[in-house]
Structure formats: structure tokens, C-alpha cells
């Protein structure tokens, strides 16, 4: 059974025409679901619910009432994000929570007309990178289930590849859709902080956390955008822009092959008539120190009653994580809140003058589950570190980001570009990203 | 407080809890701590007084 990878810009015509089913749609992304269980792409799969709404989505269509471009696509959200009726896991044994009411990002997407098939596994409580800590199994790799999909929203992007969903709402707290997107060769969207409601959602840092989608191209991630701001999109097309690539910190240790799909990507816009230009971000340095000391605290807070309780039904590495922070001194939680302005003025700096900012989305291709550090470019590495270090610095600023493909390691691994936007301004980010996937 | 005398406190907490396998995590905190204490004088002050 091969996958329907077609994308939602490209089925939804065809399904208002009623050349195609949502039914079968539906029906032919549980048949991809079921045939890669081992993959433990999704924590509950929506079955009977899922065709109850395609079967109500085709009759609204036939009766004449088209929603938009997502009615009758099947799309998945990641088990951090409340569906009523169904158990919110968070990927935990920690006893779930049981909402009797859609997150509003989840209404949106009702009332655009999206099927919800399932939710998707993540690494437990989204506070990991590889998606191996779930009490629901780690989520494998199509391409090779010895390697990680990426994290926290690692079941989404395999979900995304495998052809389960043709969209996928994702969260992010320091790289949790860029960095699944980059590993499995997807494409995906941080918005600008706040910019989606992240009511109804399990947090793991609050100041940090972002939802947004993930699908399988631009075009499908602004479809997806729209109806979860409940919204309609627009932005300027040109054909030239500026883009600036922060290359100290940021380009420094990076996988040869990233580092060659980078280069490439600059050189295919340099050749399109785009702009290419070098930029600093002042203090990038700082990024992991000041998002540890909000991370850990923010996460420990909100998971005190529970290591009170439940501690042991905690994956290891995640309570051991959640215990650290409760060790951080105020003092030093304030001083990490102060430089985060201070990193996202610097951030706004480097975008003077620029359009975007282009860097990688990640320092090396899928990572080998199980595996505690990484060879990057002949030096050992803490994975997890590595993992985040190209995406944190936007969650601190809360910058409009995205990851894209681009091209291949000489192994075939997806390696991923990712670009920055201004401030408030996702929309505009969008189409220069649609530009560029050109 | 100071790094040495948080880290020593932390650890001390952290084995009487049973919580053992913490120390080489806050051991490294302790050196991203002392990092973002370092970067705090990048923090502008003028700015947070107005």
C-alpha cells in the first residue's frame, strides 16, 4: 500500500468537487496507521469518531457546504493538546487528564472542517528532544527504526511522513516542531509567541511554550495556520528578498553535510536574485544557559504536586530533569528573564535591514535512539544539547520560525533549513518561505 | 549565594532525597549558573529602571 502524499492545496479541490472521498481519505489514513504500528506514531487513534466526522464532512459537501481548503482532511494533534472526550496522556504514565472540552486551537480546527484522526506521541510531557521517552513506546524512524524521529512532536512528523494525516498541530517549547520537522524532512512552524492560544494545552514552560502546525509543504503549513488563527492569511509576494545567516554560534559545529546543504541553499538563492548577507546575533552564546534556568523552573513548577505524588511513573530522565529545577535560585531565574530581553533585542537587530534570517534548523542528521551524545563534526556531544541548540534562542525571543527541507546528507537523511522571521509578522514569514520553496 | 555553596547544598538535598544520579546534572547546571551570572552584565540596567 503506497501513501497518499499529496498535499491539502492539492486535495482540497478535488474534494469540494467530490472527486474525492473524505471517507476514503480517512479511511486510507488509519489503513497507513495500522500498517506501522512498530513505529508508535500515534497514543490514540480516533477511529470511529474520525469517520463519523468525514462521513458528516462529505454530506456538508455534497449538500453545497464547503468550509474551505482543510473540510474532510484527516489531521492529527500531538497528546499535549486537549480533545474532549479523549484522554490527554502527554506521552506519561502519569494518570492523564480527562477534558471535557477542545482546546480552541482544536475548535478552529473543527470548524474549518478538519477530520481529527488521533493524537500523536512526543516525548513524555514534550521535555525531550528524540521522542524515546514515552510510556507509550519511543516513536521510530520509517526511514530506519534504530534512529529517532526528532522531538517532543516526534509521532506528528512520522505521522506527516508516513502519509496517517495530511496535517499535524505540533508544540514548541525550545525546537519541538522545527526539530522533528528536520529529522524527518517535513516542514514546520513555530509562530510568533502568543500569537496561538495555548489554552487547553499541557504546558511545559509557559513563557516558552508555542503551538503551530506541521504538514508536508508551505502551502499545506499556511492552510493549517489560517484556520488555527481562524483567519485569513495574506502577504506581499516578491522576488527578492534579503536574508541574513548568523554565522558565529549558529554555523560553527555542524554536521559536514548540513553544512554543505546550507551552502547550497545560499548559493540557490543567490542564483534566484535573492540577497545573502552575514549577520551577528550579540550573545548567542548565552542561549542555553539562560533557557535552562527558565525551562526547568517553569516546567518544576507546574509538575510539583505530581513529583510529589507520581514521581516514580515518570520516565527517568524526565524527573530527574523536572527535580533540577527545582534547585534554581529566583535570583538567577529573574537574571535569565533579564537577558532574554536582552537576546531578543539582539535578535531584532540582526534582522534590521533583512527579511529573514536563514540558518540550519539542526547541527546533524537523525540521531541514533538510545544514544546520550553525537559525533558533530569530530566532537562529542551531549544529544540533547546538540538538538536544540539552532532552535532555543526563538523560543526565548519568541521570533516567528520555520523549518524547511533542504536536500539530503550523501546517506539520504532530510537535513533542514530554517528561517526567521520579524517579530509579529508571521504571515510575512510565510510568503517568503513560499517564495523560496520554489 | 555562591555557586559552591548552592551546588554543595543542592547535593546534599539531592542524596537525601535518594536522588544520587541528580549530582552530575546539577554539577553542570552549576556551570551553566555560573555562566549566565557572568552574562549579567550584559543586562541593561538603564533600560529596566525607566
Known amino acids: 500500500m503506497s501513501a497518499d502524499l499529496r498535499g491539502i492545496v492539492e486535495l482540497a479541490p478535488l474534494v469540494r468537487s467530490g472527486a474525492v472521498s473524505p471517507v476514503r481519505l480517512t479511511e486510507a489514513c488509519l489503513e497507513r496507521i495500522d500498517a506501522r504500528p512498530e513505529l508508535n506514531a500515534f497514543i490514540t487513534v480516533m477511529r470511529d469518531r474520525a469517520l463519523a466526522e468525514a462521513r458528516w464532512a462529505e454530506e456538508e459537501i455534497a449538500a453545497g457546504q464547503h468550509r474551505g481548503p482543510l473540510h474532510g482532511i484527516p489531521i492529527s494533534v500531538k497528546d499535549l493538546v486537549d480533545i474532549a472526550g479523549v484522554p490527554t496522556t502527554a506521552g506519561s504514565a502519569v494518570p492523564p487528564r480527562h477534558p471535557d472540552a477542545d482546546a480552541p486551537i482544536v475548535t478552529r480546527l473543527r470548524e474549518a472542517g478538519a477530520v481529527i484522526i488521533g493524537k500523536t506521541n512526543l516525548h513524555e510531557f514534550a521535555f525531550g528532544t528524540t521522542s524515546e521517552e514515552s510510556a507509550f513506546g519511543a516513536v521510530k524512524n520509517p526511514r530506519d527504526v534504530t534512529r529517532s524521529a526528532g522531538g517532543s512532536s516526534g509521532g506528528a512528523a512520522v505521522a506527516l511522513l508516513e502519509g496517517m494525516c495530511f496535517g499535524s498541530v505540533g508544540t514548541d517549547t525550545g525546537g519541538s516542531i522545527r526539530i522533528p520537522s528536520a529529522v524527518c524532512g517535513i516542514v514546520g512552524l513555530k509562530p510568533t509567541y502568543g500569537e496561538l492560544t495555548c489554552e487547553g494545552v499541557v504546558p511545559l514552560s509557559t513563557t516558552l511554550d508555542h503551538i503551530g502546525p506541521m504538514a508536508r509543504s508551505v502551502a499545506d503549513i499556511a492552510v493549517m495556520f489560517a484556520a488555527m488563527k481562524g483567519a485569513g492569511l495574506e502577504w506581499d509576494s516578491r522576488t527578492r528578498y534579503v536574508f541574513g545567516v548568523p554565522e558565529a554560534y549558529f554555523c560553527e559545529r555542524l554536521h559536514p553535510d548540513v553544512r554543505a546543504a546550507l551552502e547550497r541553499t545560499r548559493e540557490t538563492l543567490l542564483r534566484a536574485g535573492h540577497e545573502v548577507r552575514t549577520v551577528a546575533i550579540e550573545h548567542a552564546s548565552h542561549t542555553p544557559d539562560v533557557y535552562l534556568h527558565i525551562v526547568l523552573p517553569e516546567a518544576s513548577w507546574y509538575h510539583a504536586g505530581t513529583l510529589a505524588t507520581d514521581a516514580q511513573r515518570y520516565s527517568p530522565g524526565v524527573r530527574l530533569r523536572l527535580e533540577m529545577g527545582r534547585y534554581i535560585l529566583a535570583e538567577d531565574y529573574v537574571r535569565a528573564l533579564h537577558l532574554r530581553t536582552r537576546l531578543r533585542r539582539a535578535v531584532d537587530q540582526a534582522l534590521e535591514g533583512c527579511d529573514a534570517l536563514l540558518l540550519p534548523s539542526l547541527p546533524i542528521p537523525a540521531p541514533v535512539l538510545g544514544e546520550a551524545s553525537v559525533d558533530v563534526d569530530g566532537t562529542k556531544e551531549p544529544v540533547r544539547a546538540v538538538m536544540l541548540r539552532l532552535t532555543q534562542l526563538f523560543n526565548i525571543s519568541g521570533h516567528p520560525a520555520m523549518a524547511m527541507p533542504a536536500g539530503t546528507t550523501a546517506d539520504g537523511w532530510p537535513v533542514s533549513v530554517q528561517l526567521v522571521g520579524h517579530h509579529g509578522q508571521t504571515e510575512r514569514l510565510l510568503g517568503i518561505a513560499a517564495a523560496i520553496e520554489r | ?50
Open chain 2, 1 to 50: 549565594m555562591t555557586i559552591e555553596t548552592w551546588l554543595t547544598a543542592a547535593c546534599e538535598d539531592a542524596e537525601r532525597r535518594g536522588l544520587a544520579e541528580l549530582k552530575p546534572l546539577l554539577e553542570a547546571l552549576a556551570r551553566s549558573t555560573a555562566a549566565l551570572r557572568d552574562a549579567d552584565r550584559f543586562i541593561d540596567r538603564a533600560m529596566l529602571e525607566k
